[in-house]
């Protein structure tokens, strides 16, 4: 006698639902990172400068080229 294999249903999955009170204070980190990066790499140097000397400046040379910021 034969054997026939009937496939077990599978629960079907549903979208993970996350509240937004539980993502509001991760967004709100990751815009305020986002600015500060933007500053860094933006207008660190002359009159809006926070530090002193180049070293910033020099450390984002490359991302403000590639990002559209003039800096020379």
């Known amino acids: ?3 026939v294999a009937v496939p077990i249903p599978q629960p079907r ?3 993970l639902q996350i509240p937004l009170r ?7 980190f990751g ?3 986002s600015l500060l990066l933007l500053y860094f790499v933006g207008a660190e140097q002359g009159v809006f ?4 000397g180049q070293f910033v400046h020099e450390f984002v040379h490359d991302g403000r080229h ?3 910021f003039p800096c020379h």
């Open 1 to 3: 006698m034969a054997q």
């Open 13 to 15: 999955s549903q979208p």
């Open 22 to 28: 539980e993502v509001l204070p991760w967004a709100i």
């Open 31 to 33: 815009a305020v990172l």
């Open 49 to 52: 400068s926070v530090f002193g």
């Open 66 to 68: 590639l990002l559209g």
